[in-house]
């Protein structure tokens, strides 16, 4: 079993940064890739960005260039460095672990994740 926890959440005007946390507990050697999803209100959920365990990297399109995904082993915590954030960037961000093998095509389907954090509200003001 594996319990994620989210941190770093908050409210920012546009152009400012933000780093969230994802503390993972459990036994964390079976997880594949980890990555973070948003969903806005209204809106599906959505995969942002995802780092597999060898430390592959991918972003949706919206996001390159701005936002960096990485990991600490040591400390199993995953983060979210979000830079220049925008109005559409803002929801909330939940983190996700996959016991299943990655994907480049399908990282982003939620069935795949295998454990979900509570989420952590961005709110990004024009």
């Known amino acids: 079993q594996l319990q994620l926890v989210e941190s770093g959440g908050g409210s920012v005007q546009a152009g400012g940064s933000l780093r969230l946390s994802c503390a993972a507990y459990g036994y964390t050697d079976s997880t594949t890739y980890m990555a973070w999803f948003r969903q806005a209100p209204g809106k599906e959920r959505e995969g942002v960005a995802v780092?597999?365990?060898?430390?592959?990297?991918n972003y949706v399109d919206s996001v390159k260039g701005r936002f960096t995904i990485s990991q600490d082993n040591a400390k199993n915590t995953l983060y979210l460095q979000m830079n220049n954030l925008k109005p559409e960037d803002s929801a909330m961000y939940y983190c996700?672990?996959?016991?299943?093998?990655?994907?480049?095509?399908?990282?982003?389907?939620?069935?795949?994740?295998?454990?979900w954090g509570q989420g952590t509200q961005v709110t990004v003001s024009s």
């Open positions: 780092i597999v365990s060898e430390g592959t990297t």
């Open positions: 996700a672990a996959s016991l299943l093998s990655f994907s480049r095509v399908y990282w982003m389907e939620l069935r795949r994740v295998s454990y």
